[in-house]
């Protein structure tokens, strides 16, 4: 099981019980618990996914869906998830609001931004289109 535990790559540990059992500790300083949460849903139609919060750490139980499952895959999975989940957080965090007044524009009837805007006559030009640069 070495080769599963070389690719461990979530901040924490992991301990192989056999290829059905593996709990895998995740680090809250590097993953959100909203993030853990996501990630851990993404697996649940291929393997169990049981969480266990402690005060810096969480402990993800990837249990087979049946006891002769190899669940290396899934924790192989589960590492990436978790650096995916993250990242869309962060992103959501950093971008949220920009994505939110593109989406109000897109469907709003006038300009939401320069609400003037779009009452302007185009044969007086106010925004100086027509003149050369």
Known sequence: MSDLQAGCSCGGTLTVFDRAHVALKIDLGLYSTDAILRAAYKLTDRCYVLLD???SHVTAFVLGKTPGD??????GTLTNELIDQQLRERLENQFGAL???IAAQAFAEGNL???GRDDA??????QNICKPR
């Open 99 to 101: 994505r939110t007044i």
């Open 113 to 115: 931004l320069e609400p």
């Open 121 to 126: 006559d185009y044969q007086q030009d106010p």
């Open 70 to 75: 190899d669940v290396s895959d899934c924790v």
């Open 53 to 55: 919060r402690q005060e």
